[in-house]
C-alpha cells in the first residue's frame, strides 16, 4: 500500500461526511471507499465508488478529512488532482469529481474523456 506524495484526491467536508455515513451503515465492516474509472458512457470513462475491506495491491491510500479513499492504480493517472464531492439536488445525490485532467464530459454528465497523451497513455 503506497501513500501517494501530492494530492492525489481531496474530497469536500460533503464528501467526507458522507463516506463516514456510508462506512457506518455497511453491511460489511469497510475501512473506506475505493474510486476507480471504467471504461462506458458515451464520452469512455466513468467514476466508479465502492466499499474497500482493505487495501489491493499497489493502490494508493488517501486520507482526508478523517476518512480513507483507496485510489485503483489503473485509476490514478485519469483522477489525480481531483475533488470529490458530494451534491443533492431536488432530482439526484451522489458523488461528483471536479477532475482537471477531463477534456471532454457527456451532457448527462455521468462519463468523462482525457487527452491520454497529457496523461501518458498511447493512443
Same mark, same amino acid.
Given at each position: 500500500?503506497?501513500?501517494?506524495a501530492?494530492?492525489?484526491l481531496?474530497?469536500?467536508d460533503?464528501a467526507? =461526511?458522507r463516506?463516514?455515513?456510508?462506512i457506518a451503515?455497511?453491511?460489511?465492516?469497510?475501512?473506506?471507499?475505493r /474510486?476507480?474509472v471504467?471504461t462506458?458512457g *458515451?464520452s469512455g470513462?466513468?467514476?466508479?465508488v465502492e466499499?474497500?475491506e482493505?487495501p489491493?495491491p499497489?493502490?494508493?491510500?488517501?486520507e482526508?478529512?478523517?476518512v480513507? !479513499? #483507496? !485510489?485503483? @492504480?489503473?485509476?490514478?493517472?485519469f !483522477?489525480?488532482g481531483? /475533488?470529490?464531492d458530494y451534491r443533492?439536488?431536488?432530482l439526484?445525490?451522489?458523488?461528483?469529481f471536479?477532475? @482537471?485532467? +477531463?477534456t471532454?464530459? *457527456?451532457? *448527462?454528465? +455521468?462519463? #468523462?474523456? /482525457?487527452d491520454?497523451? =497529457?496523461v501518458?497513455v498511447g493512443?
Amino acid at each position: 500500500m503506497a501513500a501517494f506524495a501530492t494530492n492525489a484526491l481531496s474530497l469536500t467536508d460533503a464528501a467526507a =461526511a458522507r463516506v463516514k455515513d456510508l462506512i457506518a451503515k455497511a453491511d460489511t465492516p469497510a475501512a473506506g471507499l475505493r /474510486v476507480g474509472v471504467k471504461t462506458r458512457g *458515451c464520452s469512455g470513462m466513468s467514476y466508479v465508488v465502492e466499499y474497500a475491506e482493505e487495501p489491493r495491491p499497489f493502490e494508493d491510500v488517501v486520507e482526508d478529512k478523517g476518512v480513507k !479513499i #483507496f !485510489i485503483d @492504480p489503473t485509476a490514478l493517472m485519469f !483522477i489525480v488532482g481531483s /475533488v470529490m464531492d458530494y451534491r443533492t439536488d431536488k432530482l439526484q445525490s451522489g458523488f461528483v469529481f471536479e477532475n @482537471p485532467n +477531463e477534456t471532454a464530459r *457527456c451532457g *448527462c454528465g +455521468e462519463s #468523462f474523456s /482525457v487527452d491520454k497523451g =497529457a496523461v501518458g497513455v498511447g493512443s
